[in-house]
């Protein structure tokens, strides 16, 4: 390919940067990652190792605070948000007033005025703002968008979600930043952002108002009540995590002790807490109906504690009813670990069996089985590989997957408004928390 290559920086490099590092350096003739930021240098030097071991020049490296300078000295094209979800506001804003493009990992920020800043910005930019919800682009939810879209169950009347995250991704969410919904927004922002979206995509409607509650039912200080709770803080140095199925023994992830374990004196950051340790201020069960501006409703749960993970969704209309079942893995061996030592949710499959049910039911006929092949395990369903192709190859989006600022704030909304909900105890109306 001929041309100058696009210039990337990107802030925040946890273990989500690799997927957008590694796309980048992989596309070395058209792609170039120009500049890193974090607030920790180890974990910034992490990825540098990487780079230059790839063979790739080593970008230009910023503390987090410098990133302003970081806009103005390497003059990237595009920036790529990917840190702690309570921080994405800032970058955001910052690379919009420079007249930056920015791709933002989900959820756009996490808070109602935060969002409504986002799009005042945008308006006033010349850059654009693409959120990342990876799972518009796999192949199942294609599939239901496509049958949704050509009127296989007639008018959509009622649609019912059921997500459950199992023992080693769920828990994952109870050691790490995500564990305090000053960081996160809570499960129903991070997490439920992407289902929350899905319905957003699959209905071409946006949420008006939701009703939800919530609580903290298995992690934090229940496990001393059912027995799972072994008593110590962190895993690292603690005889009692050696056999526990819930510990994350970093020293054994050339990864993890790497960012994470090796980081920890710049910033004090642990990344292996017992997610039965106090200080959780997230829910690991919810419930929400949410009302969406087409007449729709929702009915939603979120599980973080299940045996097994992956998810049920179905959608009522006037001629019939279509049902989505995705089983991501059908049960949590312990003995089984990702390259990364924790959650196998993400960029590798889980090793345990999975399969996926997609099923038509058409008034006055028997149901229809649809068959896309064997269900695609990696990556988010397939969607990851679909997602890169689209934002740094130019690939086609024949079904308009990519998600901006707006659909962002869409997703976000009804988190917000369940969370709100929860606090006290009455509907919210999605208006109220983006004034």
């Not at 995705?326 to 960029?347: M, R």
């Amino acid at each position: 390919m001929t041309g100058t290559p696009h210039r990337y920086a990107l802030v925040g490099t946890g273990s989500r940067a690799t997927m957008y590092r590694n796309a980048i350096t992989e596309r070395s003739g058209k792609a170039r990652l120009v500049a890193l930021a974090d607030t920790n240098p180890k974990r910034v030097a992490a990825h540098v190792e990487a780079i230059e071991t790839a063979g790739h020049p080593a970008p230009a490296v910023y503390a987090a605070a410098d990133f302003d300078r970081l806009l103005a000295e390497t003059e990237p094209d595009t920036v790529i948000v990917t840190s702690v979800d309570a921080t994405h506001h800032e970058y955001l804003l910052a690379a919009l007033a420079a007249d930056k493009d920015v791709i933002c990992e989900k959820p756009l920020t996490t808070t109602g005025a935060h969002a409504a800043a986002i799009l005042e910005a945008e308006a006033k930019s010349k850059g654009t703002v693409t959120v990342t919800f990876n799972y518009r682009y796999n192949p199942l939810h294609e599939k239901v968008a496509e049958l949704l879209r050509e009127g296989a169950i007639g008018e959509i009347t009622s649609v019912g979600f059921d997500w459950l995250l199992d023992t080693r991704h769920g828990a994952d969410y109870f050691r790490r930043w995500h564990r305090e919904a000053a960081n996160s927004g809570g499960l129903l922002v991070h997490k439920s952002g992407h289902h929350f979206d899905l319905v957003n995509w699959w209905l071409d409607a946006a949420p008006v108002r939701a009703f939800a509650k919530g609580k903290l039912a298995f992690y934090g200080e229940n496990g001393k009540r059912t027995g799972h709770d072994r008593g110590y803080e962190r895993a690292h140095g603690s005889p009692e995590a050696a056999d526990d199925p819930f510990a994350l023994h970093m020293e054994d992830s050339p990864g993890l002790k790497q960012m994470y374990l090796d980081a920890e004196t710049e910033d004090g950051y642990v990344r292996d807490q017992s997610v039965f340790a106090p200080g959780i201020t997230i829910y690991d069960d919810m419930m929400a109906l949410v009302d969406y501006d087409s007449g729709v409703t929702l009915s939603y749960r979120l599980t973080a504690y299940s045996p097994w993970e992956g998810y049920r969704v179905h959608f009522n209309g006037t001629q019939g009813r279509l049902e989505l079942l995705v089983v991501e893995n059908d049960h949590v061996n312990p003995a089984l670990k990702g390259p990364n030592g924790a959650s196998l949710h993400g960029t590798d499959a889980s090793p345990e069996e999975g399969w996926y049910e997609l099923t038509l039911h058409p008034f006055w006929t028997k149901p229809q089985k649809i068959d896309l092949g064997d269900y695609q395990r990696a990556g988010h369903g397939g969607g990851d590989v679909r997602m890169l192709g689209v934002l740094f190859d130019g690939d086609t989006d024949p079904h308009d997957r990519s998600a901006n600022a707006q659909d962002g704030v869409n997703a976000l909304a009804a988190g917000l408004a369940a969370n709100a909900s929860i606090e006290t105890g009455l509907p919210v109306d999605v208006a109220d928390l983006l004034k």
